[in-house]
Nanobody, 123 residues
Framework: VQLQASGGGLVQTGGSLRLSCKASGFNLDWYAVGWFRQAPGKEREGVLCLSNRMDTTFYSELVKGRFTSSRDSVKNTVYLQLNDLRPEDTAVYYC?????????????????WGQGTQVTVSS
């Protein structure tokens, strides 16, 4: 069971990025997939979660209207689309998959984590 996150980079304020979370060894369609981020000197925080029924739960009000998540079953990958990026979005972003059907915040953090991918937004 392995998750690999990718797609981070350096963008200017207002720019966009698409992060990918690709699974190996299990079918990601059966899992809730969450995204977390950790900025320098700050605690890790939840961003959002996509349930196995394609429902989105936002953990951060700051990203509503700017971030969305989607699945590609063929590629066994979940995406996090980041739009209208701001300097405060700068962080290492992580994906995590949990076999629970919903996006319970506590349950999700006990799932399988991918390595982080760095997102840097310049002002």
């Amino acid at each position: 069971v392995q998750l690999q996150a990718s797609g981070g980079g350096l963008v200017q304020t207002g720019g966009s990025l698409r992060l990918s979370c690709k699974a190996s060894g299990f079918n990601l369609d059966w899992y809730a997939v969450g995204w977390f981020r950790q900025a320098p000197g700050k605690e890790r925080e939840g961003v959002l979660c996509l349930s196995n029924r394609m429902d989105t739960t936002f953990y951060s009000e700051l990203v509503k209207g700017r971030f969305t998540s989607s699945r590609d079953s063929v590629k066994n990958t979940v995406y996090l689309q980041l739009n209208d990026l701001r300097p405060e979005d700068t962080a290492v972003y992580y994906c995590v998959a949990h076999s629970s059907a919903n996006c319970d915040y506590s349950d999700l953090q006990s799932g399988s984590w991918g390595q982080g991918t760095q997102v840097t937004v310049s002002s």
